[in-house]
């Protein structure tokens, strides 16, 4: 039978194990050859994207939660937002498009390029999403 030390010990152990798994995986620590570059920025652009993610839903279930009185309302906002964020996807791709323009595309260098302006711009918008119906 578990007793809440035995579960503690596995809840640590888990974590522990959790935590530096990701130190390990983090292609960015440690960089020491040009080739690391790109698993870096496709690293960080991974890492944005789940941030993104994870705003996107919080703000969804903010604005459901504010507005559970009124469920038309709630319907509107989560389908402008919706609407919103299609549309700023397409914008960004299209703007790290525009900026890694100048670099031949068969070239790492405009995967990295294209990579680090998602990565930027998603940090940007999963903070903009987190002062979208904020908790009051």
Do not use: G, H
Request: overall charge negative.
């Amino acid at each position: 039978m578990f007793n809440i030390r035995k579960i503690t010990l596995i809840f640590l152990l888990l974590f522990a194990r959790t935590a530096l798994s990701d130190d390990v995986n983090d292609p960015c620590k440690e960089i020491e050859a040009s080739s690391q570059i790109a698993l870096c920025a496709q690293y960080n652009k991974e890492q944005s994207d789940n941030l993104l993610n994870s705003s996107y839903k919080a703000t969804l279930n903010r604005i459901r939660l504010q507005y559970k009185n009124s469920p038309l309302l709630a319907d509107q906002y989560v389908s402008l937002l919706k609407t919103a964020q299609r549309e700023w996807i397409d914008l960004r791709d299209a703007d790290c498009k525009l900026e890694a323009f100048e670099i031949e595309e068969t070239a790492e260098a405009y995967q990295v390029t294209i990579d680090n302006c998602i990565s930027r711009m998603s940090d940007d918008r999963a903070d903009y999403l987190n002062r979208i119906a904020p908790d009051i």
